[in-house]
T-cell receptor, first 113, second 112 residues
Framework: EPEVTQTPSHQVTQMGQEVILRCVPISNHLYFYWYRQILGQKVEFLVSFYNNEISEKSEIFDDQFSVERPDGSNFTLKIRSTKLEDSAMYFC???????????FGNGTRLTVT | RKEVEQDPGPFNVPEGATVAFNCTYSNSASQSFFWYRQDCRKEPKLLMSVYSSGNEDGRFTAQLNRASQYISLLIRDSKLSDSATYLCVETDFTGTASKLTFGTGTRLQVTL
């Protein structure tokens, strides 16, 4: 069964540094998402992406965040200047159709020190 | 603000028991609903979609009540492997891509 893959599985960075989280969505999917989950809290929507542009973003997704689909396979989330409160598990997800359930990657655990 | 509310639990049940979870949602325009399962420190995985007519998948039955804006999940004959957090999810289509909103999850612990 095709999978969404994310790298790295764990990223440790210092406050103020830039990080790029990488995702390879399922190959024939058209809709891409980033979610995050702070330890012990619920899964929160960050951003959705379709047709090479952001469809919707949450209030969490401020100017420090950006997404890119640089080629036909990768979907990246960049945090320009990390803060301690950015420490969380970041999940990438994709779906083939607009009303289909999402398939999640296994996540990148980001630790900001 | 659109919310999905769940009892966080934990629900501690013996193996073989039947357990039910409910979830309420505030967005009356929600169109699709799902139950996801999340194991500790893992990604959410789709358990089943939820339809107004109700749907069953083996030991799992999901139901949607649009009038009261709640969703239920029934697990029969619980197994140890059912121990996980169950996430109630509603879908909004206000943008060009749908957006899933997750509940806080209900933790289930099945014991011997």
């Amino acid at each position: 069964e095709p999978e969404v893959t994310q790298t790295p599985s764990h990223q440790v960075t210092q406050m103020g540094q830039e990080v790029i989280l990488r995702c390879v969505p399922i190959s024939n999917h058209l809709y891409f998402y980033w979610y995050r989950q702070i330890l012990g809290q619920k899964v929160e929507f960050l951003v959705s992406f379709y047709n090479n542009e952001i469809s919707e973003k949450s209030e969490i997704f401020d100017d420090q965040f950006s997404v890119e689909r640089p080629d036909g396979s990768n979907f990246t989330l960049k945090i320009r200047s990390t803060k301690l409160e950015d420490s969380a598990m970041y999940f990438c997800a994709s779906s083939g159709r607009n009303n289909s359930p999402l398939h999640f990657g296994n996540g990148t655990r980001l630790t900001v020190t | 603000r659109k919310e999905v509310e769940q009892d966080p639990g934990p629900f501690n049940v013996p193996e073989g028991a039947t357990v039910a979870f409910n979830c309420t949602y505030s967005n009356s325009a929600s169109q699709s609903f799902f139950w996801y399962r999340q194991d500790c420190r893992k990604e959410p995985k789709l358990l089943m979609s939820v339809y107004s007519s109700g749907n069953e998948d083996g030991r799992f039955t999901a139901q949607l009540n649009r009038a009261s804006q709640y969703i239920s999940l029934l697990i029969r004959d619980s197994k140890l492997s059912d121990s996980a957090t169950y996430l109630c999810v509603e879908t909004d289509f206000t943008g060009t891509a749908s957006k899933l909103t997750f509940g806080t999850g209900t933790r289930l612990q099945v014991t011997l």
